[in-house]
């Protein structure tokens, strides 16, 4: 667990459970379900197996040499491959732990929300593996970019509900799957994607994504000796880079960097560096608001940052300084995506190109000499939303 957990909840002062009293229940038994599990050896096992024989764990910590070349400075980049977990995105990784908590809890349907429709693939194959019903709600605007997504989920077996309110996107459905939960809770269990929501969700998904940066941490001293200079991810609820930095979050030297999306013209969603205290969906956080708290809208290129809220624990250690938050535009993210693509025979995810955009001005710092990014997924989803000039 993480040691800046001061209260059940609480990351100095964001988290916490803003939630209507018919969920509380719900939330007080999934975290004694988490703990519960946390002691027990057998859950560990059954979730290690799935992640070796299902996910495909560990994922490879992968030189990128060529890249390298073109940087600024004199820097290691080290990518760390989940684009190659199963379903090709680090979402399995919470799903599968998870969905060990649903079963532990007698609820045999599953319900979640999904934006670029990783995390709503991750969930749909994991209840095709248990045999478990399975609804995910997803904003009409993205079911239109994310096609490949929705059917795939289809063909696993589950129901996607288009989220037709707002701006049709991850913030709807993840309204919609909130509403639902209410008038299904004690059948039902609520698997959210991203260190968001309420209390234990943001620890519990942390947890579950820490094998990133536990894998990490031992590839890095295997392969360089020692630890990075930086930790390098991108930021959308921030479940990709907490499952980085968890590896190092002790470790002083280690510069944790997240790259959030600055979009272009229509608007950005980096709620780190320009959001303000506010609750959302469970959670008090920083969030992208009006001057009168209503939650902007928001813009980015890649359907799974395009959220205006963030992850409690990720707003607080940006307050204490301890994560350095920047941004990349739309354009800079495809520039990104294409090098890699050319330079390393790698297609990452719009979202996580992002990461790979930063990298531009994180190398020319003279301090970052060896850096980890979290290659959080791969891109063919996004291949009908790349401009012609990117693939030409
Ligand atoms: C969903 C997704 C993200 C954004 O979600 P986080 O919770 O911030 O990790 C990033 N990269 C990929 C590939 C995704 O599918």
Redesign the pocket.
């Known amino acids: 667990m993480s040691t800046e957990i001061t209260r059940a909840g609480r990351f100095g002062p964001f988290g916490g459970q803003y939630v209507p009293e018919t969920l509380m229940p719900a939330i007080t038994e999934l975290a004694a379900a988490h703990i519960e599990a946390l002691a027990d050896p057998a859950f560990a096992a059954e979730l290690d197996a799935l992640l070796a024989d299902f996910a495909g764990r560990p994922t490879p910590l992968y030189r990128a040499r060529r890249l390298e070349s073109v940087l600024p400075g004199e820097a290691q980049v080290w990518l760390k491959r989940?684009?190659l977990v199963h379903t090709?995105?680090?979402?399995l990784n919470n799903c599968l732990g998870q969905v060990l908590l649903a079963r532990r809890m007698g609820k045999r349907r599953i319900i979640a929300e999904?934006?670029?429709?990783?995390?709503g693939v991750a969930t749909a194959a994991v209840c095709a593996h248990f045999g478990l019903e399975c609804t995910v709600y997803m904003g009409e605007t993205d079911m239109q970019r994310q096609r490949p997504n929705v059917q795939r989920m289809r063909l696993f077996g589950a129901e996607v509900r288009p989220a037709l309110t707002g701006s049709r996107t991850l913030k709807d459905a993840t309204s919609e799957a909130i509403r639902d939960w209410v008038a299904s809770v004690a059948t039902t269990h609520y698997i959210i994607?991203?260190?968001?929501g309420p209390h234990p969700y943001p620890s519990l998904?942390a947890d579950f994504?820490a094998v990133i940066g536990r894998e990490a941490r031992e590839q890095i001293f295997a392969a360089a000796g020692r630890l990075p200079s930086h930790a390098l991810?991108?930021?959308?609820?921030?479940?990709?880079?907490?499952?980085l930095f968890r590896g190092f979050l002790d470790d002083g030297d280690v510069r944790l960097v997240g790259v959030e999306a600055g979009g272009g013209p229509e608007g950005h969603a980096a709620t780190l560096g320009k959001g303000d205290p506010g609750v959302l969906h469970g959670t008090l956080s920083l969030l992208l608001q009006d001057q009168d708290g209503q939650v902007a809208p928001v813009h980015s290129i890649?359907?799974?940052?395009d959220?205006p809220g963030?992850?409690p624990q990720l707003a607080h250690l940006k307050d204490s300084g301890r994560l350095a938050v920047a941004s990349a535009t739309d354009a800079e993210a495809l520039d990104a995506l294409r090098s890699l693509c050319r330079l390393e025979g790698i297609l990452?995810?719009?979202?996580?190109a992002h990461a790979l955009a930063h990298l531009q001005t994180l190398a020319a710092d003279p301090d970052a000499d060896l850096i980890v990014v979290?290659l959080?997924?791969?891109?063919d989803?996004d291949l009908d939303h790349l401009p012609p000039e990117v693939s030409a």
């Open positions: 989940e684009d090709g995105a680090h979402k999904t934006g670029a429709g990783q995390h994607g991203s260190v968001v998904v994504q991810a991108c930021i959308g609820g921030g479940s990709n880079a907490m499952g890649s359907a799974g940052l959220y963030v992850g990452p995810a719009l979202e996580t979290n959080s997924g791969r891109g989803k």
